[in-house]
């Protein structure tokens, strides 16, 4: 037996004034998912437990069956981990996001935030700017280092998570900063360094050419995301079982390196629609081959959209999604006697809020020799409702899911 989960983080939505009410989900031309839905067992999950934020790092965590209440200790330790760097139990990791900030007189505390990931700086520019940045401002007990695109890590040396309030970027575009920036005693060293990179980046030589290229400069480091050193249980020990993860993001392999899953690197994977979606669908189906049983197919793509408020890419993402990755995987899967398929996304992105939402999300666990008649068309937040099948806590899914 084979399991293949696909998560299309932040696939779910609310109805979109620009997709005539509709979500998504009910626009997208999705018949191999469709295929999947009417075949299989349909309904709606909780992956964001009441009193969590409902971020991709608890989501995710949720759907690969960890409960974060026991496990999580924060988002940029993970992070850090499939980076590759060896955290000390009293080390402190923050996320570090190249932002775009508003180019104009006022001070930094009342710039606004204009692009959360710096206009998709690619990986060979952030990486200049991240070590400019450490060389600058880095210390014995301050440490940057390199990531992919706009998400890069900050270790802090004995630090604190007490913070107070250290925004994500993605939360706020937009607006301005003044409100956001955690006034907390043992936030200020924190906050000192995201202004003193603003005098720092905003005219160094990359974003100069960024922006004679009509691209927004990445002129500031944005921290948040703070937390110690993970403790995993191995996902192999918990359900008796070898897992594998292909993503683009580094959260993502963290989680799957933090459990010791075999983390598949592909080249191409960016984050976003322009993804090496086929990549992804072959380095899949190469961890089945190589001795995994399970393997976890993380797309970034939708989530990105619904940050970006980009109803017809986000649509897009899902289509793209089913043309490119699904029919791989069937074609496959075909050489196992048997198999199962679990999607879902991790976490509502709405459009109208541009920021993740708690509310349960739709999920479909497909059974290749117990085929069932779901009733269902078209998944999408309404049908799988109507189903009434409900999963109100989420780490049970991955039990659910293996189950004969």
Same mark, same amino acid.
């Given at each position: 037996?084979?399991?293949?989960?696909?998560?299309?983080?932040?696939?779910?939505?609310?109805?979109?004034?620009?997709?005539?009410?509709?979500?998504?989900?009910?626009?997208?031309?999705?018949?191999?998912?469709?295929?999947?839905?009417?075949?299989?067992?349909?309904?709606?999950?909780?992956?964001?437990?009441?009193?969590?934020?409902?971020?991709?790092?608890?989501?995710?965590?949720?759907?690969?069956?960890?409960?974060?209440?026991?496990?999580?200790?924060?988002?940029?330790?993970?992070?850090?981990?499939?980076?590759?760097?060896?955290?000390?139990?009293?080390?402190?990791?923050?996320?570090?996001?190249?932002?775009?900030?508003?180019?104009?007189?006022?001070?930094?505390?009342?710039?606004?935030?204009?692009?959360?990931?710096?206009?998709?700086?690619?990986?060979?520019?952030?990486?200049?700017?991240?070590?400019?940045?450490?060389?600058?401002?880095?210390?014995?007990?301050?440490?940057?280092?390199?990531?992919?695109?706009?998400?890069?890590?900050?270790?802090?040396?004995?630090?604190?998570?007490?913070?107070?309030?250290?925004?994500?970027?993605?939360?706020?575009?937009?607006?301005?900063?003044?409100?956001?920036?955690?006034?907390?005693?043992?936030?200020?060293? !924190?906050?000192?360094?995201?202004?003193?990179?603003?005098?720092? %980046?905003? &005219? #160094? =030589?990359?974003? /100069?050419?960024?922006?004679?290229?009509?691209?927004?400069?990445?002129?500031?480091?944005?921290?948040?995301?703070?937390?110690?050193?993970?403790?995993?249980?191995?996902?192999?020990?918990?359900?008796?079982?070898?897992?594998?993860?292909?993503?683009?993001?580094?959260?993502?392999?963290?989680?799957?390196?933090?459990?010791?899953?075999?983390?598949?690197?592909?080249?191409?994977?960016?984050?976003?629609?322009?993804?090496?979606?086929?990549?992804?669908?072959?380095?899949?189906?190469?961890?089945?081959?190589?001795?995994?049983?399970?393997?976890?197919?993380?797309?970034?793509?939708?989530?990105?959209?619904?940050?970006?408020?980009?109803?017809?890419?986000?649509?897009?993402?899902?289509?793209?999604?089913?043309?490119?990755?699904?029919?791989?995987?069937?074609?496959? !899967?075909?050489?196992?006697?048997?198999?199962?398929?679990?999607? %879902?996304? &991790? #976490? =509502?992105?709405? /459009?109208?809020?541009?920021?993740?939402?708690?509310?349960?999300?739709?999920?479909?666990?497909?059974?290749?020799?117990?085929?069932?008649?779901?009733?269902?068309?078209?998944?999408?937040?309404?049908?799988?409702?109507?189903?009434?099948?409900?999963?109100?806590?989420?780490?049970?899914?991955?039990?659910?899911?293996?189950?004969?």
């Amino acid at each position: 037996m084979k399991y293949v989960v696909v998560l299309y983080d932040g696939m779910a939505d609310y109805p979109v004034p620009a997709l005539d009410g509709k979500t998504p989900m009910m626009c997208a031309k999705k018949p191999n998912m469709d295929y999947l839905a009417q075949r299989a067992e349909v309904g709606l999950i909780r992956t964001v437990a009441q009193g969590l934020k409902p971020g991709s790092d608890v989501a995710n965590m949720s759907v690969m069956g960890f409960d974060p209440m026991k496990f999580y200790t924060g988002r940029s330790p993970l992070e850090a981990a499939s980076i590759g760097i060896d955290m000390k139990p009293t080390d402190v990791s923050l996320r570090t996001n190249l932002v775009t900030l508003s180019e104009d007189d006022k001070p930094y505390e009342e710039k606004t935030i204009v692009d959360y990931c710096a206009d998709d700086i690619s990986t060979e520019e952030a990486e200049v700017l991240i070590k400019y940045i450490d060389e600058k401002l880095g210390t014995d007990e301050f440490k940057f280092y390199p990531g992919v695109s706009y998400r890069h890590c900050l270790i802090w040396k004995n630090g604190t998570t007490d913070l107070g309030k250290m925004t994500p970027p993605h939360d706020i575009t937009g607006k301005v900063i003044t409100e956001y920036l955690s006034n907390s005693e043992n936030a200020k060293p !924190l906050i000192d360094m995201m202004k003193k990179s603003y005098d720092l %980046l905003k &005219d #160094h =030589p990359i974003n /100069i050419a960024r922006k004679k290229a009509g691209k927004g400069p990445a002129n500031s480091i944005w921290l948040w995301g703070e937390g110690t050193r993970p403790a995993f249980d191995s996902f192999e020990d918990v359900y008796g079982i070898k897992g594998g993860v292909v993503s683009a993001v580094d959260l993502i392999k963290g989680l799957g390196q933090c459990a010791k899953m075999d983390v598949a690197e592909v080249e191409g994977a960016t984050g976003y629609i322009d993804t090496n979606f086929e990549g992804k669908a072959k380095a899949a189906l190469d961890l089945l081959k190589k001795g995994d049983d399970l393997v976890y197919i993380h797309f970034e793509a939708p989530d990105e959209c619904g940050h970006r408020n980009e109803p017809e890419n986000k649509v897009r993402a899902v289509e793209l999604i089913d043309e490119r990755v699904l029919p791989i995987l069937f074609e496959g !899967l075909k050489e196992y006697d048997d198999y199962k398929i679990l999607i %879902l996304p &991790d #976490h =509502p992105t709405p /459009i109208v809020t541009r920021t993740h939402a708690s509310d349960p999300v739709p999920y479909l666990i497909y059974h290749k020799n117990d085929e069932k008649d779901s009733k269902v068309q078209s998944i999408n937040e309404e049908t799988a409702k109507e189903t009434g099948n409900y999963i109100d806590f989420g780490p049970s899914i991955m039990s659910h899911f293996l189950k004969d």
